[in-house]
């Protein structure tokens, strides 16, 4: 070879290789800096001398695969960048994945942060509910769930909620939703609930009421004095594990109630009894019950005894000669005892004007003499109490044999 080629051969070789050398990859840059799992960026790949004429290849490649770059990217003859797609898809959690270039021995990378789906917006609905009714939740994620789901949890200030730990979002979805139970409350209680996929926590209230009270009968509502009633309350809805209390009262003295009466956890009903004393007149007592978030009050009367029967053993009597009747009452009588005022149709029967049956009795029997009579005749007798009806018994009386 002449000698004047072989040095422009080794000059050329030289250049090339000079100029091979200059083209390195500088640095790699991303549009942004983190995106979340599913949305693309681009990314722009330097290099630190024009390319060639038959510009230069660079191999790019990403860290994992939820990252997706193309396999080489070209840049043009006498430019120094290019610009390259960079795609992702869902994730379960958050990533850091480093996107490479390569041209000849060199290597530069950029980092790109991969966001998992967080919580967006978390809603009850209703947000006001009963302790141990239901509800709907409704939760809403910042992006598709990724392949295989996303595990959404819930934190609560309470257990009272009473909604599960977690749900699972569907792949490709964005909402979830889930039905629940609350659990019964003695007092009115907001429950803080937190959802969250990973760290991101977005809040709830969830605000839980108690059962009221919604029934209370009085079996019976009138009473004679030292007879008892009972008193039948009844909750809206199931109390709590520490049960519900409710207090008692009465503005007489002649009606007394227990102070108070625990319906336990899970019922809804509880009875007490209410114990009267003697009275000497009718009285109307106001019996109030008392839930921590309602009340009903009942009016119980409290009443004289009355004439309950009024009866002669045999109903016949021979003139001259006498026999017995008997009045019983429908409660005992009060202090002082109760006066029966009687009256008879026919003069031939003596009876006494009035009876007194003792404090604490319910009956008594007297005695009802006749006089002679010419022929057969009948007597109705009345036995009338204070403030009631009149009661009779109809007496024949036979003339001697």
Known sequence: MNHGLKICAAVLF???AAAACAQKISRVTLAVPEVTGGVGTTATVEISAKAPAAGLTVTLAATNPAVTVPATIAIPS????????????AVPANLNVQIKGTAGAATESASLRVFAPQVAEFAFIPALIQGGSGSTASVKLT???PTGGIKVHFASSTPAWGGPEFITVSAGDTIGSFSFTSKPVGFKAD???NAFCTTARVPSILTLTPPLLTGFTLTPTSVVGGISSTGILKLNGPA????VRITLSSDSPLARVPDEVMIHGGETT???EIKTKSVSEQVSARIVARAPASSIE???VVALPKIATFTSPSGEVVAGKS????????GPAPAGGLTITLECSNSAVKIPATLSIPAGSSSLSFVINTNAVTQGQTAVINATAPGGKAQQITLHISKPA
């Open 240 to 243: 709590p594990s520490e049960g």
């Open 78 to 89: 006498g430019q120094t960048s290019t610009t390259f797609p960079v795609s992702t898809v």
């Open 323 to 330: 026999t017995t009747a008997v009045i019983n009452l429908n």
């Open 298 to 300: 009942l009016a119980l």
């Open 14 to 16: 030289t250049s090339l």
């Open 270 to 272: 509880g009875q007490f």
């Open 191 to 193: 429950a803080t609930v």
């Open 143 to 145: 992006s598709p769930a």
